[in-house]
């Protein structure tokens, strides 16, 4: 297989993992959860470096995972005290783990090449080269056995607990009295999401992982309200972005993790703009025909109530709707639909239009 | 039912979060098949209450009993509906999968709902006329289709317990009405219906029986021993003057004025008057 291949199926299962792992943050509301870990795992990792001296090992990661949880614990220990809530709790938190983190890179490993560089920008286009050997023989890219290894785990961890993370998310009261532990659960799923993003961004850079974290899950978000189908559109739109970004990178010769995070923030904006039910076009629609329906309306009800068999046009107009355009619109629809008869007196109101008025009424 | 275990006994409960006690040393019995009614000015630990009951906030001192077994033994008999505010009502769920979720607790761990939980949980809705409503995301739902879709879940739950914290907690004066029937009905059958509430004035239309908390218990019983004006005074320290209840709470216009009881719903002056907010 060609190196080009085995890095695009690294940024599909990359962006799989991730949009898995976000659909759980953003319905929790937690999503800011995933930026705070991209940070906070640097001391553990740092650690575990010091202590293994190789950056392959995998206690790398799982040092990490618990640097995530340490952050995750202490945050919870902040806002139990009352004095600072919510997110303010996660930016103070993470920025100072990732502070130390920097600091002790500066200090300790002066002597290494720890690219600091490449925790944010992550390094999709050499991710592929390194390879992985069993015996002696290369089997396939690291980053890949890595990726898979992290999507086993998280698919396996969703489908086995799926009912009880559902319950944890929605009603950790209800969860709790029937017993399933849900404190204990949401501290393993989020070690689970730690380790998830340190594998990731060690190929995609963290911003490259938050941004397919957060951005397929509120995008399928928009779209169901369903969690399993949620599951499902957003590894979809991970993939998605995943497959065009890296082409549109190859395209314009430039790495492929920007042209990714940009695709799925594009998916986003579309999705708001012009998705079905949700989106701004179909809700703006939706208010538009509702008020043409009002304006049509106004003006029955003010040729039923008029004393007179005709209105003049200028006096109809001022009393139904805000602009002349409005006004012509709803006079020409009551024509076609021979709701109205007009002569040089004015506007009169027909039989057929009564009886569609009190129709209306009687609906609303 | 002489012989028959109280449906919740309460033993020398103590809740505190952080070093302040919410609940001070609280002993109450709850019998089988009544309607109660939990009552006290914001604060006094009404929510706690229930919680604690139920094991979702941290017990500091006490014993709990429901149906004559410890807590642990018997957590699926109550049924709980959360205040509204405390849901998430834009989560990705639909109605039908809000009242399965009342199987997850015999279903224990890793087993996952299939064709009986699913027929059960069409009944329960069936049994509150929310069937239409079963494919809807729980958001699109009006505030009273919101908490029968709740007691559903409590119902499939076959709880014989109910504990309802504030459900009628900006609902229409209508929507109360009918949930209340559905309270009545379903302690008809034989539940024990305890709810979390705040209008004094409807207090003996809807309840059998009282429990008036402030930090403690300040009595629980019968509504004829246990809503007097002298042991509401002690529930709202402070006097709620010309109140007599037998001449009628509903005329007493302190309700409101009452710092204390500045959201009751529902204003005695105006019994017609639809809250919307």
């Given at each position: ?314 006096i109809l107009a001022g009393a139904v709707a805000w602009t002349d355009r409005q006004y012509r619109k709803a006079l020409s629809v009551c024509r076609n639909q021979n709701w109205i008869n007009e002569s040089s007196a004015g506007v009169g109101i027909t039989d057929l239009g009564r009886e569609h008025l009190i129709d209306s009424l009687e609906q609303a | 039912m002489p012989d028959s275990p109280a449906a919740i006994t309460i033993k020398g409960l103590t809740v505190a979060y952080d070093s302040v006690p919410v609940l001070w040393n609280v002993d109450l019995a709850i019998e089988q098949g009544v309607m109660m009614g939990v009552v006290g000015p914001n604060g006094a630990g009404k929510s706690t209450l229930l919680k604690a009951v139920l094991g979702v906030v941290p017990k500091l001192a006490g014993d709990v009993e429901v149906l004559g077994k410890r807590f642990n033994a018997n957590r699926q008999q109550i049924g709980y509906v959360p205040q509204r505010t405390s849901v998430d009502w834009d989560f990705p769920t639909t109605v039908l999968d809000l009242v399965k979720m009342g199987t997850y607790g015999r279903l224990g761990w890793f087993r996952r709902p299939g064709a009986k939980e699913k027929s059960d949980s069409l009944a329960a809705l069936d049994r509150f ?149």
């Amino acid at each position: 297989m060609t190196l080009v291949l085995w890095t695009l199926i690294i940024a599909v299962l990359t962006a799989v993992v991730c949009s898995l792992c976000g659909v759980f943050l953003v319905v929790k509301h937690e999503s800011m959860i995933a930026e705070a870990l991209s940070h906070a795992v640097l001391p553990g990792i740092l650690v575990a470096f010091l202590i293994f001296q190789d950056r392959t090992s995998p206690w790398l990661i799982i040092s990490a995972g618990l640097s995530g949880l340490l952050m995750v614990w202490i945050v919870q220990t902040i806002r139990r005290t009352g004095l600072v809530d919510g997110d303010a709790a996660l930016g103070i938190v993470f920025s100072a783990l990732f502070s130390i983190g920097i600091i002790c890179a500066n200090l300790g490993l002066n002597h290494v090449h720890f690219d600091s560089h490449c925790i944010i920008d992550g390094n999709l286009s050499l991710a592929a080269l390194r390879p992985f050997t069993i015996g002696g023989n290369e089997i396939a890219p690291h980053a890949f056995v890595v990726m898979v290894t992290v999507l086993g785990l998280l698919l396996g961890f969703i489908t086995v607990f799926y009912k009880e993370l559902k319950l944890m998310m929605f009603d950790s009261a209800l969860s709790q009295t029937f017993g399933f532990r849900p404190a204990m659960l949401h501290l393993g799923w989020l070690g689970l999401v730690s380790v998830t993003t340190v594998s990731a961004f060690e190929i995609a850079g963290s911003i490259l992982v938050v941004a397919l974290m957060i951005a397929p899950p509120a995008t399928a978000f928009l779209l169901t309200r369903r969690l399993g189908v949620m599951l499902f559109i957003s590894s979809a739109i991970g993939i998605t972005s995943s497959v065009s970004g890296f082409y549109l990178g190859l395209w314009l010769d430039i790495a492929p993790t920007g042209p990714i995070a940009s695709l799925a923030g594009l998916i986003f904006l579309l999705t708001v703009c012009f998705g079905p039910g949700q989106g701004v076009l179909a809700k703006w629609r939706r208010r538009n025909t509702q008020r043409a329906h009002l304006f049509q309306q106004l003006l029955l009800v003010r040729l039923n109530s008029a004393s007179e068999a005709r209105v003049p046009n200028e006096i109809l107009a001022g009393a139904v709707a805000w602009t002349d355009r409005q006004y012509r619109k709803a006079l020409s629809v009551c024509r076609n639909q021979n709701w109205i008869n007009e002569s040089s007196a004015g506007v009169g109101i027909t039989d057929l239009g009564r009886e569609h008025l009190i129709d209306s009424l009687e609906q609303a | 039912m002489p012989d028959s275990p109280a449906a919740i006994t309460i033993k020398g409960l103590t809740v505190a979060y952080d070093s302040v006690p919410v609940l001070w040393n609280v002993d109450l019995a709850i019998e089988q098949g009544v309607m109660m009614g939990v009552v006290g000015p914001n604060g006094a630990g009404k929510s706690t209450l229930l919680k604690a009951v139920l094991g979702v906030v941290p017990k500091l001192a006490g014993d709990v009993e429901v149906l004559g077994k410890r807590f642990n033994a018997n957590r699926q008999q109550i049924g709980y509906v959360p205040q509204r505010t405390s849901v998430d009502w834009d989560f990705p769920t639909t109605v039908l999968d809000l009242v399965k979720m009342g199987t997850y607790g015999r279903l224990g761990w890793f087993r996952r709902p299939g064709a009986k939980e699913k027929s059960d949980s069409l009944a329960a809705l069936d049994r509150f006329e929310m069937r239409d409503f079963a494919q809807r995301q729980i958001g699109e739902l009006s505030g009273g289709q919101q908490q029968r879709a709740f007691l559903a879940r409590a119902y499939v739950q076959n709880a014989p317990i109910y504990f309802l914290d504030e459900p009628f907690a900006a609902v229409d004066a209508t929507t109360e009405k009918a949930i209340i029937r559905l309270l009545k009905d379903l302690r008809d059958e034989g539940k024990t219906i305890v709810v979390v509430h705040h209008d004094l004035t409807t207090i003996t239309d809807y309840f059998d029986a009282i429990t008036l908390v402030n930090k403690k218990i300040i009595a629980s019983g019968p509504i004829a021993t246990a809503f007097t004006s002298q042991l509401l005074d002690q529930t709202y320290g402070g006097p709620i003057k010309n109140c007599g209840i037998e001449c009628g709470f509903q005329r007493a216009p302190m309700q409101l004025s009452h710092p204390t009881c500045s959201n009751v719903s529902q204003s005695p002056t105006a019994p017609g008057e639809v809250d919307d907010a």
